[in-house]
Antibody, heavy 120, light 110 residues
Framework: QLQLQESGPGLVKSSETLSLTCAVSGGSISSPSYYWGWIRQPPGKGLEWIGNIYYSETTYYNPSLKSRVSMSIDTSKNQFSLKLTSVTAADTAVYYC????????????WGQGKMVTVSS | QSALTQPASVSGSPGQSITISCTGTTRDVGGYNYVSWYQQHPGKAPQLLIYDVTNRPSGVSSRFSGSKSGNTASLTISGLQPEDEADYYCSSYRSSDTRVFGGGTKLTVL
């Protein structure tokens, strides 16, 4: 059974870079059948898609975040990562990683989420 | 990137049926049959209920069903149960290999 686990600092200072990793177990991140994605949810608000990455390292980002987001994939460790630069309080959220079916699929499997607070 | 439009809240009594709408554009909901629905209980990660407009993953109750007409997709929950009280989100594939979510709908079971 596939499991996804987010990890990284729970507190980031304003203007710095948020970095999170999603460890995948029970399945290969190198499979051509899936995308790997990040979604976030500010406290009390709705879900926002951040971006997806394919095993080939091709990335797709939310246009509203594109200038600050980068994603990478490490097939040797079966994990993928998110970096969000120049964070502000508006980036405070629960960050989820997820698996999507290639090429048009839904967010089929989710991690439990990682709360990240941006402090001034 | 504008979100898909969902009603902020809906309510129903146990045993009743409710429908949640999700309105987009021809760039997303209306242009592709790749709409999905998610259920989220407080403090929990979202869970997939419906994918590709009408399909249910294994393990999801047949009380949940999806449909689409034009730029609007819908989730129907029949035979409402107390445990259905949760937030519901739609999502769609959007042109240029992006994804978009709806703003979410809070379902109250009276």
């Amino acid at each position: 059974q596939l499991q996804l686990q987010e990890s990284g600092p729970g507190l980031v200072k304003s203007s710095e870079t948020l970095s999170l990793t999603c460890a995948v177990s029970g399945g290969s991140i190198s499979s051509p059948s899936y995308y790997w994605g990040w979604i976030r949810q500010p406290p009390g608000k709705g879900l926002e898609w951040i971006g997806n990455i394919y095993y080939s390292e091709t990335t797709y980002y939310n246009p509203s975040l594109k200038s600050r987001v980068s994603m990478s994939i490490d097939t040797s460790k079966n994990q993928f990562s998110l970096k969000l630069t120049s964070v502000t309080a508006a980036d405070t959220a629960v960050y989820y990683c997820a698996r999507l079916f290639f090429p048009f699929g839904d967010f089929h499997d989710w991690g439990q989420g990682k709360m990240v607070t941006v402090s001034s | 990137q504008s979100a898909l439009t969902q009603p902020a809240s809906v309510s129903g009594s146990p045993g009743q049926s409710i429908t949640i709408s999700c309105t987009g554009t021809t760039r997303d909901v209306g242009g592709y049959n790749y709409v999905s629905w998610y259920q989220q209980h407080p403090g929990k990660a979202p869970q997939l209920l419906i994918y590709d407009v009408t399909n249910r993953p294994s393990g999801v109750s047949s009380r949940f069903s999806g449909s689409k007409s034009g730029n609007t997709a819908s989730l129907t929950i029949s035979g409402l149960q107390p445990e259905d009280e949760a937030d519901y989100y739609c999502s769609s594939y959007r042109s240029s290999d992006t994804r978009v979510f709806g703003g979410g709908t809070k379902l109250t079971v009276l």
